[in-house]
C-alpha cells in the first residue's frame, strides 16, 4: 500500500496533490483486512466510518 499512496501524490513546484488519495488508499485497505477476516460488522463499520469522514472533511481539502 506505501508504493501505492506513494505513487499517487504528485509534486508541482512547492504543493503536493493527491495526499487525501494517498489516505483513502490506506484507510480502504485496513477496511479490507476484517473482510478479509469474514468479519462483516467490523468491515461495515469501518467502511461507514471512511465515508463518513470523507463527508464531513471535504470542505477542509478543498
Keep these: ?29 485496513a477496511v479490507g483486512v476484517p473482510a478479509a477476516s469474514d468479519r462483516l460488522d467490523l468491515t461495515v463499520l469501518g467502511a461507514a466510518t471512511v465515508v463518513d469522514i470523507h463527508l464531513i472533511l471535504q470542505p477542509a481539502a478543498a
Design 1 to 29: 500500500m506505501g508504493i501505492l499512496g506513494g505513487g499517487v501524490i504528485l509534486r508541482e513546484g512547492t504543493s503536493a496533490r493527491g495526499r487525501n488519495t494517498a489516505a483513502t488508499l490506506w484507510c480502504w485497505a
